[in-house]
């Protein structure tokens, strides 16, 4: 036998071929690291259409929504406490309000009486409420839809809108009180006697505004909202629901219009003309008989532009409501204690500083609100991915 058909014959000497063959490319993609490549020899499970009432689904989305809440709150977290004093007319910082070096200053001051504790004042509560109200929010919209928008046909921007509005809704239902505690804690600029949690519940429970007198109290009519005021609760649970109207009302549009922009924002930066430079290969599922349409997955600056865009959107046509409500949310700190209506707020604004007041601090809003909702929906698309929905 010669040499060339022992090599022939022998299966050792091919081994190494193969095992050349099969061998993991040395520097692997970007897109590689993200898409795992899967073994072509092994026979793949047949795959089954994801449901989304399933308990693990439910679980995994809220997940990667308040964990997207949670990075997104943290990045802007100084910038939300800014904010915050801004739109509340806190007495020491209303003078910085209106100003483009308002921000700057406002910051050196706090950074200077509270160092970098002092800009995340407020930020533990902020991550106690945020991981709910976001997980929630993320978890309620992709519910919602499904049943708004069952399959890729019924895709249009109303029912985007509705979803994102309903979504919004359910979660500042059930997170409300966090929020008002978040914006208490934030308002407190008195380096001495910092408050706690607790504290700042306790003294947020035993706020009593002053006792309402009318100028006809023996009229029946000024006699039937008197009785109607003091069966009213007026202290107590009631005060963590200050500035809930106004709240909810805002809610509709800017989760709407978050959802809306956003998603319509993914679709333009997915058309067949801009999908191979802005999409991650192998990504897209369609929609069939066993598995649920999925689209491909924007690569990292277009996903941060489709949020940072959502975030500009939003802010613009919900501010408002939210000057309005934040007056509310430190009625008990500011003026007399009394507890105003959604009218009275705004009426008092429009006194104040004319159609201007209603957006005091939106420079700082789109400096807080984009890259938040930037980093949001990065994070949770990318959560939903890695986690397999």
């Keep these: 036998m010669t040499a060339s058909a022992a090599q022939t014959a022998s299966p050792i000497y091919a081994a190494p071929s193969v095992a050349r063959k099969q061998s993991p490319p040395l520097c692997p993609t970007d897109d590689d690291s993200l898409v795992p490549q899967r073994d072509n020899a092994k026979p793949q499970p047949p795959r089954t259409k994801v449901d989304k009432q399933s308990a693990e689904y439910l679980i995994k989305s809220g997940l990667a929504g308040g964990l997207a809440g949670c990075a997104a709150k943290t990045v802007v977290g100084p910038l939300d406490r800014v904010k915050i004093l801004f739109q509340t007319s806190q007495p020491n910082f209303a003078k910085y309000a209106g100003k483009w070096s308002g921000l700057p200053i406002a910051m050196r001051e706090i950074y200077t009486t509270g160092g970098v504790r002092g800009l995340f004042q407020g930020h533990s509560a902020t991550l106690l409420r945020i991981f709910p109200y976001a997980g929630i929010k993320f978890l309620a919209y992709e519910q919602i839809r499904a049943v708004i928008i069952p399959s890729k046909n019924h895709e249009t921007p109303v029912?985007?809108?509705?979803?994102?509005?309903?979504?919004?809704?359910?979660?500042?239902?059930?997170?409300?009180?966090?929020?008002?505690?978040?914006?208490?804690?934030?308002?407190?600029?008195?380096?001495?006697?910092?408050?706690?949690?607790?504290?700042?519940?306790?003294?947020?429970?035993?706020?009593?505004?002053?006792?309402?007198?009318?100028?006809?109290?023996?009229?029946?009519?000024?006699?039937?909202?008197?009785?109607?005021?003091?069966?009213?609760?007026?202290?107590?649970?009631a005060n963590f629901f200050r500035g809930f109207t106004p709240t909810l009302l805002g809610m509709v549009p800017y989760a709407g219009a978050s959802f809306l922009a956003h998603d319509t924002m993914s679709d333009l930066l997915r058309v067949p003309v801009l999908a191979p430079y802005t999409t991650l290969p192998h990504t897209q599922r369609e929609e069939t008989s066993t598995s649920s349409h999925k689209p491909a997955q924007l690569r990292y600056w277009a996903e941060l532009s489709a949020g940072g865009f959502a975030g500009f959107f939003s802010q613009t046509v919900s501010y408002p409501l939210e000057v309005i409500r934040r007056r509310m949310q430190v009625g008990g700190v500011v003026g007399d204690g009394h507890r105003m209506s959604v009218?009275?707020?705004?009426?008092?604004?429009?006194?104040?500083?004319?159609?201007?007041?209603?957006?005091?601090?939106?420079?700082?809003?789109?400096?807080?609100?984009?890259?938040?909702?930037?980093?949001?929906?990065?994070?949770?698309?990318?959560g939903k991915y890695y986690l397999g929905i």
């Design 159 to 237: 029912r985007r809108f509705a979803s994102g509005s309903l979504a919004g809704m359910c979660s500042v239902f059930l997170t409300y009180p966090l929020e008002v505690i978040r914006v208490r804690l934030a308002f407190e600029t008195r380096p001495e006697g910092r408050h706690t949690l607790f504290s700042i519940c306790k003294k947020i429970y035993n706020e009593q505004p002053p006792p309402v007198r009318h100028s006809h109290p023996h009229n029946p009519i000024g006699a039937a909202v008197t009785m109607a005021e003091n069966i009213a609760p007026r202290y107590g649970l």
């Design 343 to 382: 009218a009275e707020v705004a009426k008092r604004i429009y006194l104040e500083r004319g159609y201007r007041g209603f957006f005091v601090g939106l420079t700082i809003g789109y400096a807080k609100v984009i890259p938040m909702a930037a980093t949001s929906f990065y994070v949770y698309e990318r």
